[in-house]
């Protein structure tokens, strides 16, 4: 009786399953369009732009436009349109939710640290004081996810910086996964799309490059700019770990194959 060796395909799932996050994905559905979006109201003071969609639902209170500016999107206040893109948000959270931890950042902050593409997680609040530097190793569509168990705060004057970005202006697949409240420091940088169960906190000065996409609560503004034209929806990568992860997997595979067929 031949020997049949498991070895390549054993070691290939494996990696396959250490390479998750550059297979993952979070589709916006409709939200993507919404560079802003609330459950309750949306309301601004001074002359914020907004670049992108902006909606309310299931509110329809909107307030602040003008001075506020909405360029190249459209104000949807408790319609047909706002009321879907809430419930692609609600799938996009979900969906976020269920993807399982990769390294557990909770009482540490953000701030200071230079991270890779990972699911990271906070059981509690997280913090970020200062700067927060992601390189996304060479790949514009690499996979960022912060889940965050309570609240997510900025502080003044504190920033979110990409290198290696491979070209990408905006961290369209970056993700902060809120379970209650996200605050933004006055004059603080922040990227990513924002998706928190209750309510968005944009203060003075604020610019996010992202989207601020709250389910229940209110998105509240002051004199900011939240740009999401630049972060449009990735193409799926899979990244060098990813791809020796699938070539390895095919590789085995193929052995099985050809064990079955000789033996």
Do not use: E
């Amino acid at each position: 009786m031949k020997r049949r060796s498991w070895t390549l395909p054993t070691i290939g799932f494996a990696m396959v399953l250490a390479a998750l996050p550059a297979f993952a994905q979070i589709s916006l559905g409709t939200t993507q369009s919404f560079a802003v979006l609330g459950g309750s109201t949306v309301t601004n003071t001074g002359p914020s732009t907004i670049t992108g969609n902006l909606g309310v639902s299931p509110g329809s209170s909107v307030t602040g436009f003008p001075p506020g500016i909405v360029a190249g999107g459209t104000i949807h206040a408790g319609d047909a349109t706002a009321a879907q893109a809430q419930n692609d948000l609600t799938t996009a959270y979900n969906t976020a939710a269920g993807i399982p931890c990769g390294v557990d950042l909770t009482g540490q902050n953000l701030g200071g640290l230079t991270l890779t593409p990972n699911v990271y997680c906070f059981t509690t609040s997280a913090a970020l004081t200062g700067t927060l530097t992601l390189n996304l190793q060479g790949n514009p569509n690499a996979f960022f996810l912060f889940k965050i168990g309570s609240t997510l705060t900025t502080a003044s004057a504190s920033s979110v910086v990409l290198t290696n970005t491979g070209g990408a202006s905006c961290p369209s697949n970056l993700f902060w996964q809120v379970g209650s409240s996200a605050t933004l420091g006055t004059g603080s940088s922040f990227g990513g799309n924002i998706l928190a169960l209750s309510s968005i906190t944009v203060t003075t000065g604020a610019g996010l490059t992202g989207r601020a996409l709250a389910r229940n609560g209110a998105v509240t503004l002051d004199t900011n700019s939240v740009n999401s034209s630049t972060c449009t929806s990735p193409v799926p990568a899979l990244g060098i770990g990813g791809l020796l992860a699938l070539i390895v997997f095919l590789a085995g595979a193929g052995l099985i194959i050809m064990n079955k067929m000789s033996g």
